[in-house]
């Protein structure tokens, strides 16, 4: 069903009044359309199923070579699942996969707000610095 279609039956029924069989019979669809056409939220939406990749069926063999040398190339697990399409579909999915294989890193990197880091005391007890004058 078009968004046309969704607004004419929702404004033949809610701005004229006209019952939901008439309707259906009018714009010649099924009465079970019209209730959801008037029971939906919004108009209807295209969506597409998503179409998969030919890396799909590899992404158990990549994982477990990925699992053994977090860091091997992808040209290597290439050739060692038997890859032989375009490299760059598969080094992309390597790429997606790698870091939930590789360590964590030994340092880890530190981030500061401006001012949050300061080492300086914002006020110094009195006498310290000597007398004020």
Not at 77 to 101: F, K, M, N, S
């Amino acid at each position: 069903m078009s968004v046309e279609d969704w607004a004419e039956i929702r404004r033949l029924h809610r701005a004229e009044g006209l019952p939901i069989k008439l309707i259906a019979r009018t714009l010649g669809i099924s009465r079970n359309t019209v209730r959801a056409a008037l029971a939906s939220d919004g108009p209807p939406r295209y969506e597409r199923k998503l179409a998969g990749s030919a890396v799909d069926g590899f992404e158990d063999a990549i994982r477990a070579q990925l699992k053994d040398v977090p860091t091997m190339p992808a040209t290597v697990i290439a050739e060692r699942v038997g890859w032989t399409q375009g490299i760059t579909v598969l080094r992309d999915r390597v790429a997606e996969l790698r870091p939930a294989y590789q360590p964590p890193e030994a340092f880890g990197r530190s981030e500061y707000r401006p001012g949050a880091a300061s080492t300086a005391r914002a006020s110094w007890p009195s006498g310290i610095c000597g007398p004020r004058l």
